[in-house]
């Protein structure tokens, strides 16, 4: 099955959950429903597609532009050697996604990377603090509103 | 507050930090541990000790400007950083690069990846008391770094690789100082499989300690040779062929029980194949055409003289930019304007030359991608090297992400650890190389 074949094949089996797809220099780009996010992934994970590796896990902020987050998940499926890109947005108030920590091991430290750096909240997550930055860090600093090269004030010092 | 493995805690356990300042560590890296004797009950580690904001940063940098911030990845292969990110812009720009430095482009991914496996097993061994090895190891790894110092400049964060190409031609003598740094590190090789493999020690800590299968491999993102160790036939390499992979002949040694030992043998036998590979790609690369650098007007005088027309014969430059002269340039770099910095025997001495290098470096032009987001990966030392750009059309990147293949390899830690003994951790987390550049961004 080829990659095109491969995405009418989920549109098939998932149309509900798919809002679009596209080929973004030629990547593979699935765009979903936030609300049917989960059971989407899960989905793709068993058979027959087959994608057993989330092998990253990101964000971007459009609220610049658009007023919203985008969450970006890169899947791989090793028996077909082939790379897909899903994309759900996420409001930018209160943003708030399902967390995929049942069914991928790394999506626990990736979920807390995006929390941490966008502010997003992952339902389901079982431990969702920062990871990158320290406790007592104000801001989430790889949202557009935050400025680069902001400082934070000094921690005191802990027992 | 109090962190998860406090709360946790049983009452007659004893808490026990390892790092962030600890010689095992390998940089900055927290284990909190609770403890039943020497048995590890709970385990928490915790990163970001590191943490620079590399994404942030180059969401305001130009995208020429970023490259050194690469570099400071995984500073032990920073060639295979550039290469990823340079080849995520190309993807992007559609650039075309041209043969001679995808081909220079291996033998310093190769050479690069070797000096990153020889850094992870030399740590992992001295750690285990094998202090030979790590001084054997390091010998080794010298006479790689001469072939990249002599060619690039430095040593480490060299920004060597650029879009469209690299960024100067090899040194004068590199065959000889390609063939010096196999031949040493083959008998390295040789050297320390003869010093540990059948070592009781450094056996008795490695087989069967840290053992993960290839599901919870799987499930945790695990790539590169850490991934390859539990049996999984996953390499970018061959599985995405970029560069001239396609066109080389090497295998992808796999190991069997995902345990420390087999990652420490996949390490040793990827090095002879990566040894392979620089041996035959140095065999396709043809000798340069040899420049006389001693003949020729300096800058300054071709600047002067340049005021009134364009002056006659070869500029000289700067020894630093021994490499990319004007006539290495259609061998190096791409022509598609602007992706490769102009040439500066003309930026010196003609018009158009100073415009085009303007039009480069001012602020809002130079490289511009077209809209869009891209992901691209290459194999980097320790698993997939990712790069998800988002454009949004001008001189500086949107979003830039970078998939760390240590991010996902190092949350792995705390399963692996957990029941196993206080001693165990070293090897462990020794052969997982985690590298804190890149793990922290």
New interface residues.
């Given amino acids: 099955m080829g990659p095109e074949t491969l995405i009418e094949e989920i549109r098939t089996r998932l149309g509900d959950a798919v809002e679009g797809v596209s080929d973004?220099?030629?990547?593979q780009v699935l765009i979903v429903r936030p609300v049917s996010l989960r059971g989407l992934m899960a989905s793709l994970r068993g058979a027959p597609f087959d994608y057993?590796?989330?092998?990253?896990l990101?964000c971007?902020?459009f609220t610049a532009g658009e007023g919203r987050f985008e969450i970006?998940y890169?899947l791989y499926s090793?028996s077909r050697?082939v790379?897909l890109?899903i994309k759900a947005s996420v409001r930018a108030e209160n943003p708030v996604v399902d967390s995929l920590v049942g069914l991928?091991?790394?999506a626990?430290?990736?979920e807390r990377?995006v929390f941490d750096?966008f502010g997003i909240a992952f339902l389901g997550h079982p431990?969702l603090r920062?990871?990158?930055?320290?406790?007592g860090f104000e801001g989430h600093?790889?949202r557009k509103s935050?400025p680069?090269r902001k400082e934070q004030p000094r921690l005191p010092l802990k027992d | 507050?109090e962190s998860?493995i406090q709360k946790e805690a049983r009452p007659d356990s004893m808490l026990v930090n390892m790092g962030p300042s600890h010689p095992a560590m390998h940089g900055t890296f927290r284990i909190m541990l609770e403890l039943d004797g020497e048995k590890i009950l709970n385990a928490e580690a915790e990163?970001?000790y590191l943490?620079r904001?590399f994404?942030?940063?180059c969401?305001?940098k130009t995208y020429f400007n970023l490259l050194p911030y690469t570099d400071r990845l995984n500073y032990v292969s920073p060639q295979i950083n550039n290469l990823g990110y340079a080849m995520t812009m190309e993807?992007?720009l559609g650039v075309r690069v041209p043969e001679r430095a995808q081909k220079i482009r291996v033998l310093m991914s190769e050479l690069s990846r070797v000096s990153d496996h020889l850094t992870c097993l030399a740590a992992m061994a001295m750690e285990n008391g094998a202090f030979t090895v790590f001084l054997y190891m390091m010998k080794a790894r010298e006479f790689l770094w001469d072939v990249i110092e002599f060619t690039s400049g430095s040593r480490m964060t060299t920004s060597y690789i650029r879009i469209g190409g690299v960024r100067a031609d090899l040194h004068d003598g590199w065959r000889e100082s390609v063939k010096t740094a196999v031949r040493e590190t083959r008998g390295v090789l040789k050297d320390v499989h003869g010093l540990l493999d059948k070592n009781q020690i450094f056996l008795n800590r490695t087989r069967g300690v840290g053992a993960i299968s290839r599901e919870?491999a799987?499930?945790?993102?695990w790539t590169g040779p850490c991934l390859r160790s539990t049996g999984?036939l996953?390499d970018v390499r061959k599985?995405?062929p970029y560069l001239i992979y396609d066109r080389l002949d090497f295998d992808i040694p796999l190991g069997d029980h995902g345990d420390n030992y087999d990652r420490y043998t996949v390490r040793m036998l990827e090095m002879e194949q990566s040894l392979r590979l620089i041996e035959q790609v140095a065999a396709l690369i043809p000798d340069a055409e040899p420049l006389d650098r001693t003949a020729g007007i300096e800058p300054a005088e071709a600047v002067r003289r340049g005021r009134m027309r364009r002056p006659p014969g070869r500029i000289l430059l700067s020894p630093n930019l021994e490499g990319s002269e004007k006539e290495r340039y259609p061998e190096i770099l791409t022509a598609d304007a602007p992706v490769a910095v102009p040439p500066k025997e003309d930026t010196y001495t003609t018009m158009e030359g100073l415009i085009s290098h303007f039009l480069f470096f001012m602020d809002g032009y130079g490289i511009r991608p077209p809209k869009?987001?891209?992901?691209f990966s290459v194999e980097g030392g320790n698993g997939?090297v990712?790069f998800?750009i988002?454009s949004d059309g001008t001189d500086r990147p949107?979003?830039l992400?970078l998939?760390a293949p240590c991010?996902?390899i190092v949350?792995?830690l705390e399963?692996l650890i957990k029941g196993r003994l206080l001693a165990d951790v070293i090897p462990t987390f020794g052969s997982m190389n985690m590298i804190g550049g890149e793990l922290?961004?």
């Fill in positions: 973004s220099f030629g990547d057993a590796v989330l092998l990253d990101t971007v902020d970006v890169h090793l050697d790379r890109r991928w091991k790394n626990d430290w990736l990377e750096m431990d920062r990871i990158l930055m320290y406790d600093p790889l935050y680069w | 507050m998860r990163i970001g943490h904001g994404e942030k940063t969401e305001n993807k992007m919870d799987l499930s945790y993102g999984v996953y599985a995405h869009g987001d891209v992901y997939e990712g998800y988002v949107y979003r992400h998939r991010f996902h949350s792995a399963q922290d961004r």
